[in-house]
């Protein structure tokens, strides 16, 4: 199309792709990209897993094996909600883990790489497409530096931090390499002697963002705006010479449409049955989008987790609404009459409607990552601001001024993730009435070993959300670590009548019943855990202990030896096994296992005490004096192995030596 038809379509004409002068500054400029990106998140190389990494990563076995390869790339829902239905993610995972475990260097490492190549496709993909703008819109600066400063902005903003520091949220790092990637190598096709080559980058990025995230189902729709507003000059004409490029890539969402089934509305968080209507989504989406602008502007106060609050009337949100529908109308007009504007405010708008518009996200209304890729639409529209009302000069200075800043601010924010007390204590100062905030809270300050810090936030998250059983549970498990058997119970039962199947509180449960010498009531609810849940050794032990108190040696037995499969080292296993076997004149295989635990603790006093009472009740008093005395050269204070040892001396005739 000439520039007499783009004229009469009424479009402006635009102009012939100048790549002259991009390739020579694509060095200084990716090396620029990498050196400022790694000094703003070099504080975070070694952050510890948070918040969702936890479920995505930590607990997620599907990552803890490259073969069979379906297990890595199609997970169940146990393996975390972040990685179901997200192939490409998972794999990525698995991978981390295989080249280092759990050490979050390498995890962190891969997010700040992904980021910088996305940063560097940005700048390369906007110098080609700024030196297609029209001419009428042409400013002084040459594209290479407003490119440069659209990515440089875009990397370094502090609203960023959360999807690069989070290492789940490599979700969104991925989704928008491939986004970009496919954008860019499209642009590349439609000046290249040999398009085939880039349109099939094209297509495989599509299907690989396609396989990351579903925001992905946009891209097609994008790429044919992109098409339209700086390459065709109109849908019909974009569609008449690459109809088969457009099949194709509508095609990739056939597989994201089979993924989303496999995903089974993320364990009940995302779709329609959620419990969160549309409507209420909707009207906290607007809430959301004016914040999100708001910290685009001015990012503070940036937070980790706001939390599931809904937004119930229009009122509430009212003016939000209003501004929202008078963008989107900017928007639609632009896109006729100001094309390049109307295609920066539809990547606004678009890239943000799967999680920000009527199919509730439930877990989280509101989420900073999902600006990760809106974000370049706002940064690009206000460079380009500046790109047509100041020189070279001023634009050079404002922009080096404002990326110094944003840089500075991340590196700040980035200090933020250096704990995981320091970012949930971040987090609550911020929105102190959030229960999931308080309750990771305490998490964190109890895995620090500060329990009770810790009972004060999960009993605040307690009464913020009554009904939450995990805040329940980790109150009552926070209270039994810190010796308040007692009061944990009360807790371990409130969580049980909102949730009977719980099978590690009834377990918790139990553990505290036996700890407190009520051994009827914790057989009772370890025989109705464990036919949900494999006990542990140190569980098996406990059972076994309770079985042997309500007088059920058979039963204690079996529990015994489990625990003994799991650890044949446990003394105290040996020592109670013995002590039932010796109750059940089994004295013989009784004193296999106290001759066990006296070899794996010849300095416990205990163990040589126990053996001294079972060789005593089999008559061999010379050897049960032998380990009373060892008893008592290790604890001199023991009065009743003291009156064992003088029984046994008497029965001998060989009086206690003092």
Known sequence: MDDKAQLAAGLPALSPVRTSAFPRSTPAATALIATLVTIAYGPTMNAPFIFDDLPGIVRNASIRQLWPIGEVLFPTQESGTGVVGRPVVNLSLALNYAAGGLDVFGYHLFNLLTHIGTAVLLYAGLCRTLLRMPAAERASVPAAESALIVALLWALHPLQTESVTCVIQRTELLVGFFYILTLYAFSRSAGSSRPRGWRAVAITACVLGMASKEVMVTAPLLVLLYDRTFIAGTFRRAWQERRNFYLTLAATWIPLAGLVLLSSGRGGTAGFGTGVSPWEYLLTQCRAIVGYLQLAAWPHPLVLDYGEELVRSLRAVGSQAILLLTLGGATGFALRYRPVLGFVGAWFFVVLAPSSSVVPLASQTISEHRMYLPLAALVAMAVGALRQHAGRRVFRTIGAVIVTALMLLTLERNRDYSSAVRIWQDTVAKMPENPRARYNLGNALAAAGRGAEALVHYDHARRLSPRDPAVLYNLASTLVELGRDAEAVPHFESALRIDSNAADVRVALAGAWARL????????????????????????????????????????ETRLRNALQLNPARVETHLLLGLVLSESNRRDEALLHLREAVRLAPTEPSAHATLGDVLAEAGRMREAATHYEAALQLDPADAETRANLERVRAATGSPLRR
């Open 517 to 556: 010498g009520r051994p009827h009531e914790a057989v009772a609810h370890y025989e109705a855990a464990e036919r949900r849940v494999v006990l542990n050794e140190k569980e098996e032990l406990q059972f076994g202990r309770a079985l042997a108190k309500v007088g059920r040696r058979d039963d204690a």
